[in-house]
């Protein structure tokens, strides 16, 4: 049977890898195919993961199911979606960013402040994991099923084998207790996202941002997906050297995870929300564009938010102390809202001294942190 021809994209030219002697962050490498191969391999994939999410909150994930021509494939689909939807569709599908705490939809550039008050050069587009929940752009309907079958991949395949791992890694009661917070079935805000970074900023904007894209944060999520590209410019505070900011290298085919805050808070600190941030490439990639896909993972609206002591012996041991306390502890929902209507649009680096590296930003009970 001949396979029906899938639908032309707009082919997105992506940057050759860099030939510059950068410095890159040494991350453990996980392999997930062999999460199939019994209860021991599973054991030696969650101490591995453990060591990886208690240092630098990152690792690289390969051989996860999807492969390098889906990966481009996906890349391309949301190059075609940012490019072929007219001003007027995208401002009418409008994330109701500010007014929701909703990413779903486009964000246009300039939304988000960066340093300097340079305003972002970024465009995404945002979709929730059931298609059919919001109204799609034109442009997506013709990839609407394999859009869907790239969501379905990440949360189901992927996202829930690593969270197992997880309650594997931190001797959980009941070990499956992340992948439930995560069922499908339910309504959270995780979502995928399709962004390209436009490389045009002026030599007065340049210099105001210190070639800074995308200023250092931890992200809001439980788990964060990005899928490798060539270009250098994902760099990691690297915990081994000095806090020093380093290139995350690009493999073909891998998935970039990351922890964010929640995962963090479950952990009581033990997993750390990884600190990153984008940065201009080396010369030899400049003057060219970024695009890439995301999975990022939240549970489920109503999964209150809190360091699970009474759940892990692993936490208990470490004599890790609560996050929150019980009144103050989120859910799920109230968090990602709150932080996104505020996600770079204050101005809290304003009365930061030049020297300081860090803010902190209140949200509702809570507060997140903002790195430079």
């Avoid at 009661?173 to 979502?191: G, I, N, P, R, T």
Wanted: glycine share 6%; with cysteine.
């Amino acid at each position: 049977m001949i396979a029906k021809p899938l639908p032309e994209v707009d082919h997105f030219n992506a940057v050759k890898p860099t030939k510059a002697d950068v410095p890159y962050v040494s991350l453990s490498q996980v392999d997930l195919s062999k999460y199939n191969q019994g209860r021991e391999a599973q054991e030696a994939l969650a101490k591995q993961i453990k060591q990886a999410m208690s240092t630098q909150g990152f690792f690289i994930l390969i051989n996860h199911g999807i492969t390098v021509e889906e990966i481009t494939r996906q890349v391309d689909i949301g190059h075609t979606i940012l490019g072929r939807t007219s001003d007027e569709e995208k401002l009418r599908l409008k994330a109701p960013i500010i007014e929701e705490g909703s990413y779903f939809g486009f964000k246009p550039m300039g939304h988000w402040r960066n340093k300097g008050a340079v305003r972002d050069k970024i465009e995404n587009f945002n979709a929730y994991r059931d298609l059919t929940l919001r109204e799609q752009p034109k442009a997506l309907e013709p990839y609407r099923p394999e859009i869907q079958k790239f969501i379905d991949d990440c949360h189901k395949s992927i996202l829930h084998k690593i969270l197992h791992l997880f309650g594997i890694a931190l001797k959980l009661d009941d070990e499956e207790y992340f992948v439930k917070a995560f069922d499908y079935k339910k309504h959270d805000e995780s979502w995928l996202r399709y962004m390209e970074y436009y490389d045009d900023y002026t030599d007065e904007e340049r210099k105001a941002t210190g070639g800074q894209w995308l200023e250092g944060h931890r992200d809001l999520t439980a788990l964060s997906f990005v899928f490798s590209q060539p270009m250098a410019s994902l760099q990691v505070r690297d915990v081994d050297d000095n806090a020093e900011w380093k290139y995350v290298p690009h493999i073909p085919g891998a998935v970039i995870v990351n922890a964010g805050e929640i995962m963090q808070w479950w952990t009581g600190n033990y997993f750390t929300a990884a600190i990153h941030r984008v940065h201009e490439p080396p010369q030899d990639q400049r003057g060219h564009n970024r695009s890439s896909v995301f999975y990022f993972a939240v549970p489920n609206d109503d999964i209150v938010i809190n360091t699970l002591l009474d759940q892990s012996p692993v936490l208990r041991e470490a004599g890790v102390e609560i996050a929150h306390e019980p009144e103050n502890a989120p859910t799920s929902k109230e968090w990602c809202n709150a932080r996104i209507k505020i996600t770079r649009r204050g101005t809290v680096w304003d009365n930061a001294k030049a020297e300081d590296t860090v803010v902190t930003e209140k949200v509702g009970k809570v507060t997140t942190k903002w790195f430079r």
